[in-house]
Each structure stands twice: as C-alpha cells, then as structure tokens.
C-alpha cells in the first residue's frame, strides 16, 4: 500500500480521506480530529478564512498550518457562478498564490445542491485563470464528464445532500463516473458513518471527502480514526477485488470424498 498513492493536481498523498474545518465545537477540536482522521489535505471555507484572519490569534490556519496541511481553499456559500469566480480569486490572494480550488456553486441553501450550469461557467474560468479546480458536483455521468473535458482536476460527486449523513444514495451512478471518467473521482457530501467511507473506497473512487460525520460525532476523534481506517479497509478491498455476487449458494468445503449417511 507504501506505493498506492492519491494523485491530485501534480501532487501525491498517502491518505485517501480528506477533511473539513467546521462545525467543530472550538478550533482545538477541529485540529485534535483532523489530525486523528490522517488527512493531509484539509478543506476550508474562503470566507471563514478571510473572517478568522481579521482576529489572529482564532484563525484556523493556526490549527492546521499550510506547512503541515495542503489547504483546499472552497467557495462554500456559493449560489452563482460570478459569486464563485470572486471568492476563488479572493482565496488565491490569502493563501499566498495557491492555485487549488473546491468549487462549490449552490442551487439554494436549504437542499445545498450543486447548480451545475452555472458550475460548469465557474469550472471553465477559473482553469481559464491557472486555477487547479476540484469540482462538488451532481452524480450524473454527463456533467462529469463535460467537467472531465474542460480540464478539472478533481470531480466530486455528492453521495448526498451536504450536512445529511444520509450516505451513498446511488452507488450505481457512483460507480458508473468512477468507470467512465480518467480524473481522480472523490466522493464529497452526505458521508453519516465509517461504513460509507469504506463503501465510496470499495466502489472505486479515489478517496473521500466529509465533514459533518466527524464534527458533529458524539465523539469527533473517535470517529476520525474510524473514518482513517475505512478508508484505508475499502481501499484493499477495491484493489484485492471482490468475489462475484452470486443469487445460488456456493460450497466452501469440498463436495468430493462426501461421507453418505
């Protein structure tokens, strides 16, 4: 496994599970559970980033430094694609010049679905711009695959609605962008429990992406090591491959040398 690596946008990482920053009861937390979960690229909210930096001694780059962690920089909060195109450029300018970028383009902020249209506007400008775009997207093959041609380095598709813990809603669309597309594939969104996190890795996607499941846990540290290692589970399972399912029952022990009674 030393040689099976994450490979995104130029860059290769040993871990497969990728991390939020909020909804964490303090900042300690979130770092003490980041850091549990193994992640090395830890997503944050442009917007947050701006805010905290106005009030030093709180700001989130402090718990998780840029020389420790590769920072995602998102456009959470997002309902156009101008909107998005903006933050992405403001993001740029506090993270010292970092060209990778969670684009997120909201339908509206109750369902919190990606509006791919306008998505896909944001997508094309900003790789326009030099930027390294990892796109939150719907599950449907043919917006993957337009964002697969226009260059994304990344597409992430929803297992379901932000915030839900509802998991993979349709793992055959999952596995379907996994089959048809080249570019790393993540699954972001909607991850409730370890189990999922193994179930997106067994599927064949690159890796995972969450947040809620681990900050809103009973106990966030807990889980952010039970997240690490279903990653890792699904992962061996994807690469050992699966035995065929089957609808008739299969004999383990050999039928030959059968004692009559």
Same mark, same amino acid.
């Given at each position: 496994?030393?040689?099976?690596?994450?490979?995104?946008?130029?860059?290769?990482?040993?871990?497969?599970?990728?991390?939020?920053?909020?909804?964490?009861?303090?900042?300690?937390?979130?770092?003490?559970?980041?850091?549990?979960?193994?992640?090395?690229?830890?997503?944050?909210?442009?917007?947050?980033?701006?805010?905290?930096?106005?009030?030093?001694?709180?700001?989130?780059?402090?718990?998780?430094?840029?020389?420790?962690?590769?920072?995602?920089?998102?456009?959470?909060?997002?309902? *156009?694609?101008?909107?998005?195109?903006?933050?992405?450029?403001?993001?740029?300018?506090?993270? *010292?010049?970092?060209?990778?970028?969670?684009?997120?383009?909201?339908?509206?902020?109750?369902?919190?679905?990606?509006?791919?249209?306008?998505?896909?506007?944001?997508?094309?400008?900003?790789?326009?711009?030099?930027?390294?775009?990892?796109?939150?997207?719907?599950?449907?093959?043919?917006?993957?695959?337009?964002?697969?041609?226009?260059?994304?380095?990344?597409?992430?598709?929803?297992?379901?609605?932000?915030?839900?813990?509802?998991?993979?809603?349709?793992?055959?669309?999952?596995?379907?962008?996994?089959?048809?597309?080249?570019?790393?594939?993540?699954?972001?969104?909607?991850?409730?429990?370890?189990?999922?996190? *193994?179930?997106?890795?067994?599927?064949?996607?690159?890796?995972?992406?969450?947040?809620?499941?681990?900050?809103?846990?009973?106990?966030?540290?807990?889980?952010?090591?039970?997240?690490?290692?279903?990653?890792?589970?699904?992962?061996?399972?994807?690469?050992?491959?699966?035995?065929?399912?089957?609808?008739?029952?299969?004999?383990?022990?050999?039928?030959?040398?059968?004692?009559?009674?």
């Amino acid at each position: 496994m030393s040689k099976d690596k994450l490979k995104i946008a130029g860059k290769e990482y040993s871990s497969r599970l990728l991390v939020g920053t909020g909804k964490y009861s303090d900042e300690k937390n979130a770092s003490e559970a980041i850091r549990a979960s193994g992640a090395e690229i830890v997503t944050v909210a442009i917007r947050r980033v701006e805010i905290d930096s106005k009030l030093r001694d709180e700001c989130i780059l402090n718990y998780i430094p840029p020389k420790e962690f590769t920072i995602l920089p998102n456009t959470a909060g997002c309902f *156009s694609a101008q909107e998005a195109i903006r933050v992405a450029r403001l993001g740029r300018e506090i993270l *010292s010049n970092s060209n990778l970028i969670k684009l997120e383009v909201l339908s509206d902020p109750k369902s919190l679905l990606p509006l791919m249209d306008e998505t896909l506007i944001a997508t094309k400008e900003l790789i326009k711009e030099g930027f390294q775009v990892m796109v939150y997207c719907t599950d449907e093959i043919d917006y993957a695959l337009k964002l697969e041609d226009l260059g994304c380095s990344a597409v992430m598709p929803l297992a379901a609605p932000i915030g839900s813990g509802l998991g993979i809603v349709n793992p055959d669309a999952i596995a379907k962008i996994v089959e048809k597309i080249s570019c790393p594939v993540l699954v972001d969104a909607g991850i409730g429990t370890a189990s999922e996190v *193994s179930l997106a890795m067994e599927l064949g996607c690159d890796a995972v992406l969450l947040n809620t499941a681990i900050a809103r846990a009973k106990n966030p540290i807990m889980m952010a090591e039970a997240m690490r290692d279903a990653a890792v589970a699904g992962r061996k399972a994807f690469l050992a491959g699966r035995i065929p399912k089957n609808n008739l029952g299969a004999p383990s022990s050999p039928v030959k040398g059968r004692v009559n009674s």
